[in-house]
């Protein structure tokens, strides 16, 4: 504990302590609680059993009823703390009717005592609901939604990329006539959502029969103007001499982008990409308006469409969140350093 | 073979001339340098000649072919870049490889001719490093092993020596007069440094302000300036110049007589002579005193003010027994002395 | 012995060098064909041409979409009505009053958006400053409590929305630890008022993080002799903040306040996973609007929803020029 309270003071080299720092140490204590806790809390929560999750109110681990096999019975039985009058006895339960349980003793299986309900407390063990997590890979449509996001998210960064660094190698390393008229265009619709064009975006889509399609989904994203930006400004610090070499070295124009300009141009590509994996993962507006069968659902289509059913199945809802945020979890772990300094860079989002 | 032709190459850039122009006839196997002052249009011409960019008018010839609109890659000539412009993500073995492979050459050649190059510039340990990991002299050796390896027609280089420290310098320059005259081949040499030029050059091209002021071997330059321009850029320290006019074969300046016996027309002109061949003489037509002594040792420079106004600079051999403030007299020889017509032109004497 | 970033590196460049040259003599005879321009043009097209088509003619048809009516999904089938969308949006006796509206859902979605966007601007600005002042501060492990704030800014906002409509629940753990606490629980996600201030919480805890990274480079970017001079003369901390801090973060302060202007306007996602729009209407946002009257409702009608989208966009490009305007002025400032 000492630790942490060292992680969180800071000093200003003076004796005592400031209020400021009073101030700091709670702010970041609050802030770990209220910036992590939901998330944790989450994942506590997706490894509950409905049971457990019914709760009120919730206990912080989950745990699972023990249960016990007893000779005579196939399948095994939950265990439960009976207060008897001749005191406190471990007994299986057999069937429950009304307030009245039907239990056994698990020693001597051949005896039926009937215990009023409220005379008992199941007995407990923490233990983790994996089958909330297993299930429904095997019998509902997560898994199509799983293969859909991924394709949608690995074509619509491999799309982009390509697309936007030939376009930022035009605008970087050409002079051409409207050259200029084509920057500004891209500038103009830097801030335009796609909320602003969603209607005649969804006729175009139709007509050109992408409507319910993954295409619908990942060709409206890709020409991202923030890409072609980010990389211009990065490959216009390529110097011209390097083209100039190349060209006397007998390349092309097209190797000069692929073998000269693209490999020199990586750390920016890997920036866009880390962020095209990111936005293009968590899309939700436009694939709600264009997917309406459920086999080319993404995840966030389909999470939405589970949480809007009448009777929430939270256990099975939870876990697949959590399955959900793991990628842009395991992104944000490995790659932190170049989105925080992306973000400080080039302030895109 | 290695011919290259320049007829009235002009070039300008929107409303700005940068060559006004140029006719130039440059030898097989000759070394030619191009001086001149900064923004002259150097390194303009050489772009011409290579094909990086295309001339307003006029024409360039290869071996009397007419190549203006031919591209770089097509004119078999290659060129070594003042910042090198060797490609960063690729090893030295690939950026020598990479303009090779680019003609389809066969494998075993390509292997061969790396080889060969390698050892004639001592950079075959460095084969698979990156640029990244060599020193300046190293990168340097590197680029022109990367010309080399191509076997051109010519060699383009543009203030190849530039990024070298004072030390390098001299000895690279040792190094590329000795593979010239090793491999015989047509370059042109871009420098600002006359010594380069000096030292290096079958013949030299000095350009001012987009004109060839003149194409001369280094002794002639030396010898016999064309005109004004050529007499002050070339020689260090620079030449004294005293404006005047021609009277009766007389050379008048500020009331002395310069120079006698001179069967010219009468008019105004400058009479030039270098510090070199200055001769100290009691009583010679220049007197002064002196205001700075530099003693280099092998010889020493003085700097004089002369007493009828202007100044003037001479350089005695050895270590000269005069100090700052001693009155001096200097003779100008009389096969020493250059002289200007009005026009800035050189009349012979 | 090469390294295993040498080995995944020429597994991952070896086939992509390889298909570069697959598409070379295809483009060495184009280049030879139209030259330097053609090239040009070539590495725009693609670019360009999805741009085009989901963006530019979009933005175009945009208008003539909000000048038709009916049903039917294609221009050609749809009926030139000029104006009357935007009249009948804009039709009301009382603006203050959405009842008084001839379309009173958009007039509550608008009062909702407006409400939200300044309650969770100002909320974030504060927030923000707070924690971006503190990470800035001498503490230590500070990349990690970057990390702690900055996380949530990648999840998606489905997630974002059903782990809170999971933590505000009635029965949820929220209302358990008010419970332990001894207070009352409440409907956070049923009743009006605190649905509405889920809302702004929930989305101001989801995108805090990117905005503080952006202060926190503009404080880091403040020199450090400026405070060391402050402290010299013994200036007391908030005066040290308003004269030196504040002025010198302004460019990235204005920068923060139009993004998240401009971002706050187009609220839906993590809204509508968390409350649906309601309870009612108290959570109907200007954008779960126009994706209601577009596709979902009964009522669709699309002519409208191009209208009222185009009002939308009215006011973020305002904005968007406020914020060229002001990064336009702090770069010529530099
Ligand atoms: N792309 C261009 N656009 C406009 N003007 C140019 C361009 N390239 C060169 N110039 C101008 O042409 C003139 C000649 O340039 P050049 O590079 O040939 O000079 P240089 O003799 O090589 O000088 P230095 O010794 O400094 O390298 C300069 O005045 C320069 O400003
Ligand atoms: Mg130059």
Redesign the pocket.
């Known amino acids: 504990m000492s630790g942490l309270t060292a992680l969180l003071s800071q000093t200003r080299g003076r004796d005592g302590w400031d209020w400021t720092d009073y101030f700091t140490f709670f702010w970041l204590g609050a802030g770990l609680l209220v910036m992590f806790g939901p998330a944790i809390w989450l994942v506590l929560s997706s490894l509950k059993t409905p049971a457990g999750l019914s709760e009120f109110p919730p206990t912080f681990l989950p745990y699972k009823a023990e249960t016990i096999q007893v000779d005579g019975y196939d399948k095994p039985l939950p265990l439960y703390r009976v207060t008897t009058e001749e005191g406190v006895r471990d007994l299986a339960e057999l069937r429950r009717v009304g307030t009245v349980a039907q239990m056994i003793d698990p020693e001597q299986p051949d005896e039926r005592l009937r215990v009023n309900i409220a005379d008992r407390t199941p007995i407990r063990k923490v233990g983790f609901a994996w089958e909330n997590f297993i299930d429904p890979l095997f019998n509902s449509n997560f898994p199509t939604y799983l293969k859909n996001s991924v394709f949608v998210t690995v074509m619509a960064t491999l799309i982009t990329l390509l697309t936007n660094s030939m376009a930022a190698f035009a605008l970087s390393k050409y002079q051409f006539t409207g050259r200029n008229t084509v920057m500004i265009l891209i500038l103009a619709t830097l801030m335009v959502p796609l909320s602003v064009i969603l209607v005649p975006l969804f006729s175009i889509i139709s007509s050109v029969g992408l409507f319910d399609t993954l295409w619908g989904v990942i060709l409206p994203t890709v020409a991202t103007p923030t890409g072609v930006f980010m990389l211009r400004q990065y490959m216009l610090t390529i110097p011209d001499e390097l083209l100039e070499a190349a060209r006397m070295d007998h390349a092309s124009e097209w190797q000069i982008y692929w073998r000269i300009v693209l490999p020199l141009t990586a750390p920016a590509l890997a920036v866009l990409a880390i962020f095209s994996v990111v936005w293009r993962w968590n899309d939700f507006l436009w694939p709600l308006v264009v997917l309406s069968r459920e086999e080319v659902y993404t995840l966030q289509v389909g999470l939405n469409a589970y949480a809007g059913e009448l009777n929430v199945q939270w256990h099975f809802l939870l876990a697949m969140t959590v399955v959900t945020m793991v990628p842009v979890v395991l992104v944000f772990v490995f790659l932190q350093k170049f989105i925080t300094t992306g973000i400080a860079g080039a302030g895109l989002k | 073979m290695g011919q290259i032709t320049l007829k009235d190459i002009r ?1 300008s ?2 409303p ?1 001339d ?1 060559l006004k122009g140029i006719d130039l006839e440059i030898e097989q196997g000759e070394f030619l340098v ?1 001086v ?12 011409m000649i290579a094909g990086l ?1 295309k001339p307003t008018s006029g024409t360039v010839e290869i071996n009397d072919v007419d190549v203006t609109q031919v591209s770089a890659a097509d004119r078999g000539l290659a060129m070594v870049f ?1 910042s090198y412009a060797l490609y960063p993500h690729m090893t030295v073995r690939q950026n020598l490889a990479f303009g090779l492979q680019n003609t389809k050459m066969p494998k075993a050649e390509i292997d061969r001719r790396i080889a060969d190059a390698s050892t004639m510039l001592e950079i075959d340990g460095l084969l698979s490093r990156r640029p990244g990991q060599l020193s300046g002299g190293q990168r340097q050796r590197v680029a022109i092993g990367r010309a080399i390896v191509r076997d051109p027609t010519a060699f383009l280089l ?2 190849p020596l530039s990024n070298l420290d004072a030390e390098l310098r001299v000895s690279m320059r040792a190094e590329l007069s000795a593979l010239h005259d090793r491999i015989k081949t047509t370059m042109i040499y ?1 420098t ?1 440094d006359q010594v380069e030029a000096m030292t290096m050059a079958d013949r030299i091209v000095v ?1 001012r302000g ?1 004109h060839i002021e003149q194409v001369a071997t280094p002794l002639d330059l030396f010898n016999k300036p064309a005109n004004l321009f050529v007499a002050g850029f070339i020689g260090a320290p620079a030449m004294n110049l005293f404006s005047g006019s021609l009277e009766n074969g007389q050379f008048l300046c500020d009331g002395r007589v310069l120079g006698t016996a001179l069967r010219l027309q009468d008019g105004p002109g400058t009479l030039g002579i270098r510090p070199q061949h200055l001769i100290l003489a009691d009583g010679g037509a220049l007197s002064g005193k002196i205001a700075l002594v530099e003693s280099l040792g092998i010889e020493t420079v003085l700097h004089v003010d002369l007493s009828e106004g202007g100044n003037l600079i001479a350089v005695l051999p050895g270590q000269a027994a005069v100090k700052a403030g001693d009155q001096v007299a200097f003779d100008i020889p009389r096969d020493k002395r250059h002289l200007f017509d009005g026009q800035g032109q050189r009349v012979p004497v | 012995m090469p390294s295993p970033g040498k080995i995944v590196g020429a597994v991952v460049t070896a086939p992509l060098q390889y298909m570069g040259q697959l598409v070379d003599p295809l483009l060495r005879r184009w280049q030879s064909w139209t030259g330097l321009n053609g090239m040009a043009a070539f590495f725009l097209a693609p670019n360009m041409l999805i741009f085009g088509v989901f963006v530019l003619i979009p933005m175009g048809m945009n208008i003539v979409y909000s000048m038709t009516s009916g049903n039917a999904l294609f221009l050609k089938d749809r009926e030139f009505v000029g104006g009357t969308h935007y009249k009948t949006l804009l039709d009301c006796q009382n603006y203050f009053d959405p009842q008084s509206c001839h379309q009173d859902l958009f007039w509550i979605a608008a009062g909702n958006t407006f409400q939200f966007v300044i309650c969770q601007v100002a909320l974030m600005i504060v927030v923000c400053m707070i924690t971006a002042l503190i990470l800035n501060s001498e503490i230590r492990a500070r990349s990690f409590w970057r990390a702690v704030f900055f996380f949530p800014v990648l999840l998606s906002p489905v997630v974002v929305g059903l782990i809170w409509k999971w933590i505000l629940q009635r029965d949820g753990v929220l209302n358990a630890v008010l419970l332990d606490m001894g207070l009352e629980p409440i409907n956070w996600l049923i009743e009006r008022g605190w649905a509405f201030f889920a809302a702004i919480t929930v989305s101001v805890w989801a995108h805090m993080g990117f905005y503080a990274l952006i202060l926190l480079a503009g404080l880091q970017a403040i020199p450090k002799d400026l405070y060391e001079a402050a402290e010299m003369d013994g200036t007391r901390h908030m005066r040290v903040f308003w004269r030196i801090t504040l002025p010198l973060l302004m460019p990235n302060l204005l920068v923060v306040l139009v993004l998240s202007l401009i971002r706050a306007v187009q609220i839906f996602d993590e809204a509508f996973v968390l409350t649906g729009g309601g309870p009612g209407t108290a959570t109907m946002f200007l954008t779960q609007y126009i994706y209601e009257v577009g596709f979902a409702s009964i009522l669709k009608n699309p002519g409208l929803a191009a209208a009222a989208s185009i009002l939308m966009g009215g006011v973020l490009i305002v904005l968007t020029l406020l914020q060229l305007g002001l990064t336009g002025r702090k770069d010529r400032a530099r």
């Open positions: 070039k850039f929107g700005v940068v191009f001149g002052p900064s923004g002259c249009g150097k390194s303009t011409l050489l772009r960019d003042q543009d203030e871009v600002h350009l987009g």
